[in-house]
């Protein structure tokens, strides 16, 4: 079992930047590929990133192509997300999630994933 904390989230203008972070409990972090998602009021939730197990594989959303970065820390557990370039509608909340899965998949709905953290507010503002 896996357990994930997101934390970095916060009120930022547009145009600014921010670093979300998602610490994993447990000792087989290594093995789970990784995604961020993101979900609006009254909206369904959505791919923005992913990354495999080691790192060496990276996906992105449209929406967010050029201004995220998806990245991971296996020794200390954590995935992170640089969100530069903000913009409104990047506001949401953003979700971490591991997921167990075959060599080369690439992961992009939520059905996808294992297990999920609670979520961290991104406001941006214009």
Known sequence: ?????????????????????????????????????????????RFVAYINWSGGSTYYADS???????????????????MNSLKPEDTAVYYCAAARLGIGTVATTPS????????TQVTVSS
């Open 64 to 82: 967010v192509k050029g201004r995220f970065t998806i990245s991971r820390d296996n020794p200390e557990n954590t995935v992170y997300l640089q």
């Open 112 to 119: 996808d994933y294992n297990y999920w953290g609670q979520g």
């Open 1 to 45: 079992q896996v357990q994930l904390v997101e934390s970095g989230g916060g009120l930022v203008q547009a145009g600014g930047s921010l670093r979300l972070s998602c610490a994993a409990s447990g000792r087989t972090f290594g093995t789970y590929a990784m995604g961020w998602f993101r979900q609006a009021p009254g909206k369904e939730r």
